[in-house]
């Protein structure tokens, strides 16, 4: 396969993690910001395959990970208003709110349908016009764009019965976020290729220079990933801070700006609780005034709802780098895929999950 | 492949009603005029067919098919019905003898797609080489069913000698995959959500006993287990293999084949083809010194072209499946949780 098979060439591969294992003295704690990353690096064992000095640490980048459980039960409750046809990426249907997730809902009689594109949403609405169709849009930079497409075509055609639950957030916040907490350990960054190519990467220059670490934009095939750890641990054995571009084929300073003027057109930042790590200031993205009239949290007035989160699960300390998944208690035991606590176990991007998938039983990396 | 006109004039009927399974003139006329003029008239209408066992061990098994759409690029749910059974009845070493058939219909279903249906579910008995014998039809209301439900019920006869079973596995055994993984599952699901590829993806729907018939033969029956990966894909059967068996498996990832297209469809998606359906692929577990032979033979048949011995049988990690790839790094294979959703970016 064109454009994958180069960047999983086992030989490069091999020359890479040798130079790693050769230069990597100090002890740099890495993290990996997308839940993307995780899974290669898991898939592919690469991390009981990096030397000692290099700890990796998995990111709060799991759009699914990060969605609030009061967002959740209020997507499950709208859901099951009566006439109403919920869409949603497949991810997002597992994940448990205070009573039970979007597929239990759908078991229980909801119309909640499964999209691959906010445009697929819309187009539910053209074809039934007398339902109202709610998207509920969760995702980073990456899928903002498209859901605000979905709502500017909706607009232009007058769809009455489009509406979009907006679960979008924004990662240079969060990395700023755990940056600067007091207990934080991250002393290198691979920031997520994808959101770099939609929002550029100038957004982490001040950060990479206030925090004193090196970031550099990697993306997600193997050799990607063990090229940017390589790079990563060079920068920081150097001292260096600043960030480095590893993802030119797909990512440019800039970024995309047709998809950051959509985001801009439809959507302004607002302040968002990201679950297991609290409110981050700046780090949601909410519609626009002149987009007030699509949003279905003001469309369907459910009123104060109270989350309950689990209190055994402690996702937010896995969120931030704190807790390496299987190091939790619940770990595959209390929480597994088939009955999650968190969200962490239940996405292809939550980290618990590609613990479980992956590397369950064996530890991984834990040898070191 | 040609499809006769459907026998029932679309003009009195073109869909099917709920009188059609209340036993009465249009039930018979649906069933003489369609079904049997598929599937062939018994020599005596009777309630059930009743035969003389032939000589050995008889495998049964029972299978219902539910597939949307019921059309997709390779086959369809009449094919499916029809090879799903046989192949379970080949994966026990039986040569299939006769299948039973149950179509539960939709209210409102167009007659001349089940005609489609039936045409193509006789085509592939014929082509596995085992007759349908009895069957029963039902209808439901329209909302109540997916246009058509099929339930098909095999009787094999298992070739002597042969016993398979995971608990007959041996550390030391091969592991062999008779072709590529994960073309069924991504033609469905690519069919379900109107995706297109330039290189068009078709299911691998079909009979398996001829190739294990040859696998047999070659390997003088020393064949431990067989498994058809369906649902689940190959990662599944393995796990199963590797539970049943209370061994481990060491799997040699670069060595399963994935199509150029199935595995660009997967990454597309964000799906892994380990985890994706095949109608016409078999799992062999078999004493490392037959592997050649044994290889050998499935290549030799277009259904094995691409076959591979993608790993062994371990003491190390009992229950477990693990894979090593290229890099050096392995990991963990584990049954999937749920259904596999793809990914959001």
């Not at chain 1, 990662?171 to 920031?191: G, S």
């Not at chain 2, 080489?129 to 209808?139: Q, Y």
Request: hydrophobic share 50%.
């Amino acid at each position: 396969m064109r454009y994958l098979d180069e960047f999983r060439d086992a030989a490069t591969a091999r020359a890479l993690l040798e130079r790693l294992r050769r230069d990597a003295h100090r002890p740099v704690t890495l993290m990996e910001v997308c839940g993307g990353q995780t899974h290669t690096l898991l898939r592919y064992g690469i991390v009981e395959l990096l030397p000692p000095a290099v700890r990796l640490v998995h990111g709060p980048g799991c759009p699914v990970c990060v969605t609030g459980v009061e967002l959740i039960d209020r997507a499950r409750a709208i859901a099951s208003t009566h006439g109403v046809i919920l869409a949603s990426f497949g991810d997002m249907l597992r994940v448990p709110g205070s009573h039970g997730d979007l597929l239990g809902a759908r078991a229980a009689g909801a119309d909640v349908r499964l999209v691959l594109s906010p445009l697929d949403a819309l187009q539910l609405a053209r074809a039934h016009p007398t339902r109202e169709v709610v998207f509920f849009a969760v995702g980073f930079e990456t899928t903002a764009p498209a859901t605000a497409l979905a709502l500017r075509l909706a607009r232009e055609e007058r769809l009455a019965n489009f509406s979009v639950l907006a679960a979008h957030v924004r990662v240079p916040p969060a990395i700023e976020a755990i940056l600067a907490a007091p207990d934080n350990e991250v002393t290198a960054l691979i920031a997520a290729g994808h959101v770099c190519a939609v929002m550029g990467f100038w957004e982490y220059e001040p950060l990479a220079t206030r925090f004193g670490v090196p970031v550099v934009v990697a993306g997600f095939e193997p050799l990607d990933l063990l090229l940017g750890i390589t790079r990563a641990v060079a920068a920081h054995d150097a001292g260096q801070a600043g960030v480095e571009n590893l993802y030119p084929r797909a990512v440019t300073r800039e970024g995309n700006r047709a998809a950051q003027a959509l985001i801009g057109e439809v959507f302004v930042v607002a302040d968002r609780p990201w679950r297991g790590l609290g409110v981050i200031p700046q780090s949601g993205l909410d519609l626009a005034p002149a987009y007030a009239d699509l949003d279905a949290a003001a469309r369907f007035p459910l009123g104060e709802i109270t989350a309950v989160e689990s209190t055994v699960c402690r996702a937010g300390e896995v969120l931030r780098g704190r807790l390496r998944p299987d190091a939790c208690p619940a770990f595959a035991s209390a929480c597994t895929p088939e009955h999650p606590l968190g969200a962490p176990m239940v996405s292809s991007e939550g980290a618990c999950a590609a613990y479980v998938r992956f590397a369950a039983g064996r530890g991984a990396g834990s040898s070191r | 492949m040609s499809l006769p006109t459907c026998p029932i004039p679309l003009g009195d009927y073109p869909r099917v009603l709920l009188a059609h399974g209340g036993g009465g003139r249009l039930m018979h006329r649906l069933i003489d005029e369609l079904f049997l003029a598929a599937f062939g008239a018994p020599a005596t209408r009777h309630d059930g067919h009743v035969f003389t066992p032939p000589a050995g061990a008889l495998a049964v098994t029972t299978d219902s098919f539910v597939v949307r759409p019921l059309f997709f690029p390779g086959a369809d749910i009449g094919a499916l019905a029809v090879y799903g059974t046989v192949n379970d009845l080949a994966m026990c070493g039986a040569a299939p003898h006769a299948l039973a058939a149950a179509f539960v219909l939709e209210e409102g279903l167009a007659i001349e797609t089940l005609w489609r249906v039936v045409h193509s579910a006789a085509a592939a008995a014929r082509a596995a080489g085992v007759p349908i014998v009895t069957g029963d039809t039902k209808v439901v209301e329209r909302g109540k069913g997916d246009g058509v439900f099929i339930t098909t019920t095999g009787v094999g006869v298992v070739r002597p000698g042969v016993e398979l079973a995971p608990a007959h596995i041996r550390p030391g055994d091969a592991v062999l995959l008779s072709g590529e993984v994960g073309n069924h599952g991504v033609a469905v699901m690519a069919a379900r959500e109107g995706l297109t590829f330039t290189a068009p993806i078709e299911s691998d729907a079909a009979p398996l006993w001829p190739l294990v018939e040859v696998l047999l033969t070659a390997t003088g029956g020393a064949v431990h287990v067989l498994r058809d990966p369906t649902r689940g894909g190959l990662a599944t059967t393995l796990c199963e293999l590797a539970a049943g068996a209370e061994l481990g498996l060491e799997i040699d990832a670069a060595a399963v084949p994935v199509a150029a297209p199935v595995g660009a469809a997967c990454e597309l998606l964000g799906l892994d083809p380990w985890y994706v359906a095949n109608e016409g692929k078999l799992v062999a577990v078999l004493p490392g010194d037959h592997a050649p032979a044994a290889l050998a033979a499935l290549r030799g048949h277009p259904l094995g072209r691409d076959a591979a011995v993608i790993g062994t049988v371990t003491e190390a990690h009992p229950g477990r499946v693990v894979a090593r790839n290229a890099l050096g790094g392995t990991r963990v294979i584990e049954m999937l949780s749920g259904e596999q959703l793809p990914r959001i970016c």
